[in-house]
């Protein structure tokens, strides 16, 4: 049930007053005020796990991508609980609360000298019940914040599969047309309507009539559901072919600010903060994305005849190259567009969290990266120390870490290639669609 409806499903009297612009604007500030706090702790946490909590410099930067890939991950359950118990205003209010705990406690353990670490040889040196007070803050802190980021809709999908096992057994029919849709006169004109497409044709599966059953949830699905679901399934691999973009970009929250540390922050007479490194980006993309969506676009849009100027795929590719080179997010603004544009209306909100998902696995990989090099040369080199061990970054070979991700961004740049030729847009899609239906009414002709 929504916001403004009661029991039987009508709306209520006050519903009309809902909405409009100053609600907008509530959720803008809201959304900015959480951003402030979120980027702001995520630009120093590297530095207060390494020089307060006494982390080595590995341990800090997988204790900070384990966070962030954490709270990414946990918007997901933010969008679920705000579908299936609570209104996402009641959940924004709930998670941030607990965000709000968090900091509270991270401010006051940073603050009493009682609850900090005494120095020692290890990669941490917290235990007992500092150690249950710092992790249990973190998981408030991705809790609360993953939580106010995921009020999504819930596509469904679980359903789209379920029906496929069951109707497992059962043969395709030569027809697309045998297959179950809703009659145009019973669809919510607000639903948009997809059409058959031959891709993944096992899937096509779920949206069989047995005979004599009457049309119901997770009995039989629509051609649009199980299209829905292809939709899905094709953008897997465009996810996955940004994580590895997501893992070099992990890096401007970890290793480049324990390396901003030691270096002389003086530009001019300006000093510049040593936390503000992970905002640089951020700053300069504020500026870049407008000039590009306000000079580029209308000049590419001359040349190329597309309205986009050219089309998201390709967008994201310049992006790729651009990581590869400088670590930059030109990529994120052109994934969201993509999925935003190429998502059906019913799961466009949950497609834009595939960024925030990619984002996710791309943090968790750091983590599996710094591990493995760590392991590998400490037992080959000669001082028996890995990459990225130690307090001091100098005695470091931060270099060769960087040098092994952009040799891996070049490989996965390749990857991604492939599937971008191979991924079929929605418009292009239909087209071919149309001249098979055509084509093979021709040959029975």
Same mark, same amino acid.
């Given at each position: 049930?929504?916001? =403004? ?9 006050? !519903? ?6 100053? #609600? ?9 005020l ?5 980027? #702001?702790?995520m ?9 307060? $909590? ?7 930067a ?19 609980i ?19 705990? =968090?900091?509270?406690?991270?401010t ?15 990669s941490?040196c917290i ?22 980021k ?10 789209v ?11 395709l ?13 019973e ?25 004599? $059953?009457?049309? #119901? ?27 590895? $973009?997501?893992?070099?970009?992990a ?9 901003g ?18 905002v ?19 000049? #590419? ?9 050219i089309?998201?795929l390709?967008?994201? =590719?310049?992006?790729?190259?651009l ?13 969201m ?9 019913? $799961?466009?909100?949950? !497609?834009? !969290? ?7 696995? =791309? ?11 760590? !392991? ?11 990459w ?27 990857n ?12 292009d ?17």
């Amino acid at each position: 049930m929504h916001e =403004g409806e009661n029991n039987s499903g009508t709306l209520r009297p006050w !519903s009309k007053k809902q909405g409009g612009f100053r #609600a907008c604007m509530f959720v803008y500030a809201l959304g900015t005020l959480e951003n402030i706090g979120f980027v #702001a702790n995520m630009s120093i946490m590297v530095l207060y796990f390494h020089f307060v $909590m006494l982390f080595d410099v590995s341990t800090s930067a997988n204790t900070l991508t384990n966070f962030l890939g954490s709270t990414f991950l946990l918007s997901l359950l933010g969008g679920f609980i705000s579908d299936t118990y609570l209104s996402r205003l009641y959940t924004c209010l709930l998670f941030e609360l607990l965000g709000v705990v =968090g900091l509270v406690m991270v401010t006051i353990q940073a603050f009493s000298h009682k609850l900090l670490p005494n120095p020692c040889e290890k990669s941490t040196c917290i235990e007992g019940g500092k150690a249950v007070m710092f992790y249990t803050t973190l998981c408030l802190l991705a809790l609360g914040s993953g939580g106010v980021k995921g009020c999504l809709p819930a596509l469904g999908a679980d359903q789209v599969i379920v029906v496929i096992i069951r109707n497992r057994g059962l043969s395709l029919p030569e027809n697309p047309v045998e297959l179950y849709e809703i009659n145009d006169k019973e669809r919510d004109p607000s639903q948009e309507k997809i059409s058959h497409t031959s891709q993944f044709r096992l899937l096509d599966k779920a949206a069989i009539p047995q005979e004599g $059953m009457t049309p #119901a949830p997770w009995k039989v699905c629509t051609v649009t559901q199980v299209e829905e679901f292809k939709i899905l399934v094709r953008m897997l691999p465009i996810i996955a072919s940004t994580i590895i $973009m997501n893992t070099c970009m992990a890096q401007l929250q970890t290793f480049s600010v324990i390396q901003g540390y030691f270096m002389n922050p003086q530009l001019g007479s300006w000093e510049i903060p040593k936390p503000s490194i992970p905002v640089i980006p951020l700053f300069f993309m504020s500026i870049l994305v407008p000039l590009y969506e306000f000079i580029v676009v209308p000049f #590419a849009r001359k040349i190329t005849g597309h309205p986009s100027g050219i089309k998201q795929l390709q967008r994201v =590719g310049v992006g790729l190259v651009l990581s590869i080179i400088s670590m930059d997010m030109f990529t994120m603004v052109g994934l969201m567009d993509f999925f935003y544009k190429e998502a059906p209306s019913g $799961m466009r909100s949950l !497609s834009t !969290s595939f960024a925030p998902l990619s984002l996710s696995f =791309g943090y968790f990989l750091s983590t599996i990266f710094v591990n493995i090099k760590n !392991s590998i040369t400490k037992k080959i080199t000669p001082s028996k120390h890995g990459w990225l061990r130690g307090m001091d970054l100098n005695h470091s070979n931060l270099n060769l870490f960087y040098w092994f991700l952009a040799i891996l961004s070049c490989l996965n740049f390749a990857n991604y290639l492939f599937w971008a030729r191979w991924y079929k847009c929605k418009e292009d899609t239909a087209e071919s669609e149309i001249k098979r239906l055509k084509s093979n009414k021709f040959v029975k002709n």
